[in-house]
């Protein structure tokens, strides 16, 4: 039956994959390995590159390798030639505005953001300008390039030419950063190179996305901001009204186009910025009621100029923008995870894969258990009074450095197994002491059919009581799942594991092989067989019952993970074509 069980973790297509992401999670050399590989290290870039060469033509696989490593830090980029393989797809790929899209990004990223105050180089701004006419010229509709080539003006110091390509808006449509190309060629990516992992793998690309080139968008608007306020006290009114009206109408663009839910969101911001004074906060208004005292300089400038009907668009657009920031931020808090559409399974989906990685560890841990007892000497009497101190000495040092490490994982794990060894010595001197006797030179004990009920009763027992624990601490496990930590990370929360969290999850993994002994032990406190023989014996024969009932409960867990995960991928498919429900809470520093 055991070999039974083998054959169908190693054969099935579906568990298989499942089994070794579960798997690699579980050994402790790879904690940072889940089931949606973000790839940084080595090999694992290596397997992507392999995996993208086989498909040269194929647009989108080649974009999610030249992209893989977009959020990836500066050295990271440069190290793998990111610059280099986008530029070399522009060459593949020439018709393609995407591409031209992402060179800007990734461009303006690394030298226009509001931390680089170095001048761009002559090689990097030939470079941003070919590209950003490239791409007006493939979709003069979209007002990402008139945009970004405004910031790029104001940038260089050349104000009269950036107002000239800002007020390019009025000719554009439609916002798009072509964001979508590099999730999607992603996706395909990571299932060609390590098998289709479903929603664990989805997410995580959807949620490593990054928005910094419009926090370069926002720096822009406020400049131009500060430009109207200036022209306002030259006494050019209409320059400074139209340059506020051009703002505006760059944050309707994108808060009704933006295939984005946060570009959307982003472009409530911007009319805000163009509906206020300078320096008034709109981080938390939600009401139009508190937005004249934020505007007193401009309402006053429209009343002046008697400009009735722009004052009458713009509070209409700042209806529309505030509507659209209450019905954003109360998604966030209607899902499973901040940011996550509603009505996907992350949560279940996250605490059975858990479940499976402490099924997988606690099987390793009953081996390791059942080895080192069979291994273990029958010690007598004399030799277990000496070592249970130098135990209880261990136990009480893996103690102190665990809560002084902060929940060090490996001395988590070495305070739980000195704690049930001094526990089984101490049974074995507690044992000797009621019988008065010295066992030392006696043979092994003969167990009767009482004592193999003893052990079926106990193992049962056992068993229950850690199937009844991992359903009742699933949101527990759901929350210490990577792409958990990660969703969490997103949104500007601490997902730091305190001890309490790193003892729940080590006694789910070791509690059973380690109880196991010492409860079988305890039935002989009122026996002539020693505590030490009883742990030893039982753990020979409860090991292929014990094998058995993990591996059936972990493959029960898996077909249900899997049905789960196929319900959530589907689900994650729809919600990130759908361009009001997938909700990112990026922090600005994304």
Known sequence: MLAGLCLTLCFLPAVHTLFLAQLQFALPASPAVFSGPIPYSARQMRVLSRTADKYPDDYLLQVGRATVLFSASRQQRRKDHTLLRMVRLADLFPLSPGVYAMLVRYLTTDHMGEQSKTPLSPLTLNLLEHVITRGKHLDPDNAFWPVMQAALELREGSTSLALRDFSAIRTTSHW???????????????????????????????????FPYLQIVRHMALQMQTIAEQRALHGKTDQAVNIRHQIARLGQILRNTAPWSYEALFGTDLTLIASTDKGASTLHLFYSGS?????????????????????????????????LRRRMNLARYDASYPGVPPGIPLAPLFGLWMTGVCLLRQLGAFVLTALFLAVLPCLPIRAVRIALPVVFALTAAAALLFCKSIG????????????ALSLLLWLELYANSRRKTNWAGRGAPRFSLQNQEAMLICLLILLAADTLLLWMLQPFLASQHPVAHLLSLIAG??????????????????????????????????????????????????????????????????????????????????????????????????
């Not at 937005?291 to 713009?314: D, G, I, S, T, V």
């Not at 060090?408 to 704690?419: N, Y």
Request: net charge positive.
């Open 176 to 210: 798009d950063a072509y964001l979508y190309e590099q999730v999607i060629g992603q996706w395909r990516l990571y299932s060609l190179a390590y098998g289709n992992h479903g929603a664990a793998q989805k997410v995580a690309p959807l949620s490593m996305i990054g």
């Open 291 to 323: 937005w004249p005292r934020l505007a007193h300089r401009y309402l006053a400038l429209l009343r002046k100029a008697h400009r009735k009907p722009e004052e009458e668009w713009m509070m209409h657009q700042v209806e529309k923008s505030l509507r």
């Open 408 to 419: 060090s994982e490996p001395v988590g794990s070495a305070l739980l197994v000195f704690s």
């Open 493 to 590: 929360e601490q997902t730091r594991s305190t001890i309490l969290d790193v003892l729940t999850m080590l006694s789910l993994q070791l509690a059973l092989p380690l109880l196991l002994p010492v409860a079988l032990a305890c039935t002989t406190l009122h026996s002539s067989i020693r505590p030490l023989h009883m742990a030893q014996r039982t753990m020979k024969q409860m090991f292929l019952p014990a094998s058995v009932a993990l591996l059936i409960l972990y493959l029960l867990s898996a077909q249900t993970t899997l049905r789960l995960d196929n319900r959530a991928s589907n689900a994650l498919s729809q919600a990130a074509l759908n361009d009001r429900q997938w909700v990112l809470t990026h922090t600005p520093a994304q």
